[in-house]
């Protein structure tokens, strides 16, 4: 037994460390909350106390010493990790997983992470994903599972990021921000009655199409196509390439000459779509060729008054869009709409090119007035500056 009176703080600890190391865990115990006493804002001291009273079994006291050690440092990695492994141990597993939970938001990076912490943070995430898998289940049956249509999509995302599994992505538009528009991922097919129409064209789409690659793929253009004295970011590895390349049949406003010739039904069928009117913007259209194993990076659209179609014709395997939280795989003939200004990325991990056709439509939550005078105030704005400016992608 070890003679404490008269002891530092610096020599109980050591002592501490001794009697823990050979299996005297109550002894250590007893040295550490001497030492605490002396010195109570040490937080190592604490943490290693409260490290002896959950050996001892002495789970109340160890949460009592680790809230001590976090109204010192609230944030502290170490002692909000351990209060969920006590937590864990009293067999409240619900309460253990939102700890866990909370500890981990302030984990350092894996590259970080300290070794003697990756098994315990490990096992952190595991609790964790099981504790928001059982708080999505149970809120799902709190509403029950005879609910349908746009409303139950809505109600499961809604579920999903109340349980943490599912991040809430934001519109964020690289030039212009309407005021009041939702920030909806994929959109309902509710909201489009022209889109059977559309689809019904996919056969004569795709036979243009195939001319196109025929007999004039010359006229297919790098779909990232920036000046050598601008920033790319993440563009890098696609800029000017024909990895991912563009057949343009409306652009900045105006029929491509040459182009929108040889594609007269894919014209008619867009000419039917509710496409934005801006001088030397809008409306575009093209057809998106998508190289083998190639990636197009995260990123944002120019504005969120106008939502993207995409009308797949030619899709091997493995290719997918991801847009905000939501990921889908394209099928032939199968139109959808999204918001290009919520994140979104897209891939052709296929030994086969992807092609679909791409164009513009108006957000259908804006009113014919509005339209009007966005249109109109988006011209002004370009006559101010002197013209159009790169609107990126």
Not at 147 to 161: D, K, N, T, V, Y
Not at 286 to 309: C, E, K, W
Request: proline share 6%; charged share 25%.
């Amino acid at each position: 037994m070890t003679d404490a009176a008269g002891m530092s703080v610096t020599a109980l600890a050591a002592a501490a460390d001794r009697a823990a190391a050979s299996g005297a865990v109550g002894q250590a115990r007893d040295l550490l909350e001497q030492a605490v006493g002396q010195d109570p804002n040490n937080i190592s001291l604490q943490m290693n106390l409260a490290a002896c009273c959950r050996a001892l079994g002495d789970f109340s006291s160890a949460l009592a010493v680790i809230d001590r050690a976090l109204a010192i440092e609230p944030r502290a990695y170490v002692a909000l990790l351990m209060k969920a492994s006590v937590m864990e141990k009293l067999g409240a597993p619900h309460e253990a997983g939102a700890a866990y939970g909370i500890a981990l938001t302030q984990a350092p990076s894996d590259d970080r992470l300290p070794a003697r912490l990756r098994a315990a943070t490990s096992h952190a995430r595991e609790v964790h994903a099981r504790y928001e898998t059982a708080l999505a289940e149970s809120l799902r049956e709190s509403i029950g599972a005879d609910r349908g249509g746009p409303a139950a999509r809505r109600l499961g995302a809604f579920i999903e990021q109340l349980a943490g599994k599912r991040k809430a992505y934001q519109q964020e538009p690289t030039q212009f921000r309407y005021p009041g528009l939702p920030a909806i991922e994929f959109w309902e097919r509710e909201e489009f009655p022209w889109l059977e129409a559309l689809e019904a064209e996919t056969a004569g789409i795709q036979a243009e199409l195939r001319g196109v690659l025929s007999d004039d793929a010359g006229g297919l253009e790098p779909y990232v196509n920036y000046p050598a004295n601008v920033p790319v970011d993440q563009w890098a590895e696609l800029n000017r390439s024909t990895r991912w390349s563009s057949y343009h049949l409306l652009e900045r406003g105006l029929p491509v000459a040459g182009h929108s010739e040889r594609c007269p039904r894919t014209m008619a069928a867009m000419a039917r779509l509710p496409q934005p009117q801006v001088v030397e913007r809008s409306p575009a259209s093209m057809f998106s060729v998508l190289q083998p194993h190639t990636r197009i990076p995260p990123h944002t659209g120019v504005a969120n008054t106008r939502l993207v179609l995409h009308l797949p014709l030619i899709v091997p395997e493995s290719c997918g869009v991801r847009v905000g939280y939501e990921t889908r795989q394209w099928r032939l003939g199968e139109a959808w709409v999204f918001d290009d200004t919520i994140e979104h990325e897209a891939w052709n991990d296929s030994d086969e090119v992807r092609t679909i056709l791409i164009c513009d439509i108006w957000n259908p939550r804006l009113s014919d007035e509005e339209r009007e005078a966005i249109a109109q105030v988006m011209a002004a704005m370009d006559a101010f500056a002197g013209g159009v400016a790169s609107d990126g992608l």
